[in-house]
């Protein structure tokens, strides 16, 4: 392998059809045999994720790639975040590639480096050494690095709770970045007050609190999730009152006030379950990436399952990745080609792990 390098999908590969790409895919899959891994994380398309070995959200895929240290090629259809998640729980030998390099998130941008550290600086100020970090997974490496510093962890929609509980153990307040819904869901689910959360805003550089400095147990940083934002409480009233019997589960990147209209809400694993488990002929409407929901009302026409927002925009950045990426990748694998490989500087990758690997212990 003596050509790394940075590229898009060729042209020919976008005038192929999909018959055309499905063949050549199941062709160098069986070439590259058991050095190759496709990891895809659940928002993919499905033209993507017939090709996958392991289909999980951020949780799961870090466990798989922490557990699979033998394989040569890890392909990692999901976003820029996730596939650094799994270079740096893999082995230096191993080689991690993202398909389209312009797969990130909008989130994970929303939190750099600099901007924590002043914002730590700040805080500093306010709450003193009263503060532990945790950084939801949906981060980059360097703000990972960063929490990792501070003695923080890292979080998932899947072990939050979890999380959660056990910084309290450790400090009087947490710092929760960058999504501040899954942060004040999951406060709210652990009996905190709304009172008691502040929200950080990096652009002003400035603490948005209502009470009182002393009772906030909880920063959160000011970002979101732009596929989650789309659903509100008026479509859950809507479907009510068109299906009385029915029942709502949404992911926790949602708004508190959505979370809280819902019966239920959980990470994209919890929600396979909770469906997986229902009544047969049991009504649900479900707010999450409709690249997923469609594909749950596919494996359960048993079940009356709606999406909570059929006109919602699935994730931009990981709706880059099409079929023409991964052929065009795996086959350059066979021609002895690497492209698109995600590495991490090995100094950050040291402070990473330390909250990484606390979260993995955290959630056996």
Not at 19 to 40: F, N, P, V
Not at 51 to 79: M, N, P, R, T, W
């Amino acid at each position: 392998m003596n050509n790394l390098s940075a590229s898009s999908v060729p042209e020919k590969y976008l005038q192929m059809t999909q018959e055309e790409l499905e063949q050549r895919t199941h062709q160098a899959k069986e070439i590259l045999g058991d050095d190759l891994l496709i990891m895809s994380h659940h928002y993919q398309k499905d033209e993507v994720v017939q090709f996958a070995d392991e289909i999980g959200d951020s949780l799961q895929l870090a466990q798989v790639a922490a557990k699979h240290q033998g394989v040569k090629y890890i392909v990692f259809c999901g976003v820029h975040f996730m596939a650094e998640t799994a270079d740096m729980l893999t082995t230096d030998e191993q080689i991690v590639i993202l398909p389209d390099l312009g797969a990130g998130c909008f989130m994970a941008d929303m939190a750099n480096h600099k901007q924590l550290t002043e914002a730590w600086d700040i805080l500093q100020g306010y709450f003193k050494e009263e503060l532990i970090p945790l950084t939801y997974i949906n981060s980059t490496a360097e703000v990972k690095a960063f929490v990792g510093q501070k003695n923080g962890v890292t979080v998932t929609s899947g072990n939050a709770d979890k999380i959660v509980k056990w910084a309290f153990t450790q400090k009087e307040r947490i710092f929760f970045l960058p999504d501040q819904h899954l942060g004040r869901n999951t406060a709210v689910n652990l009996g905190i007050p709304l009172e008691n959360m502040a929200v950080w805003n990096p652009k002003t550089q400035k603490l948005e609190a209502t009470g009182n400095l002393s009772d906030i147990q909880v920063v959160l940083w000011d970002g979101y999730c732009s596929v989650h934002q789309q659903f509100n409480v008026q479509q859950i009233k809507y479907l009510r009152q068109k299906h009385p019997d029915i029942q709502v589960i949404v992911h926790p990147e949602c708004c508190q006030e959505v979370v809280a209209a819902a019966d239920q809400a959980g990470s994209t694993h919890k929600i396979l379950q909770v469906i997986e488990q229902a009544e047969p002929g049991s009504t649900w409407a479900i707010g999450t990436d409709n690249n997923l929901v469609y594909r749950i009302i596919q494996d359960h026409p048993d079940k009356n399952i709606l999406a909570l927002n059929p006109i919602s925009c699935p994730c931009l950045t990981m709706n880059r990745i099409r079929l023409a990426n991964l052929t065009w990748i795996l086959e350059e694998l066979v021609n002895g080609q690497i492209h698109n490989q995600i590495t991490v500087d090995p100094k950050i990758t040291k402070d990473a792990l330390k909250p990484l690997d606390k979260m993995l212990e955290l959630s056996r």
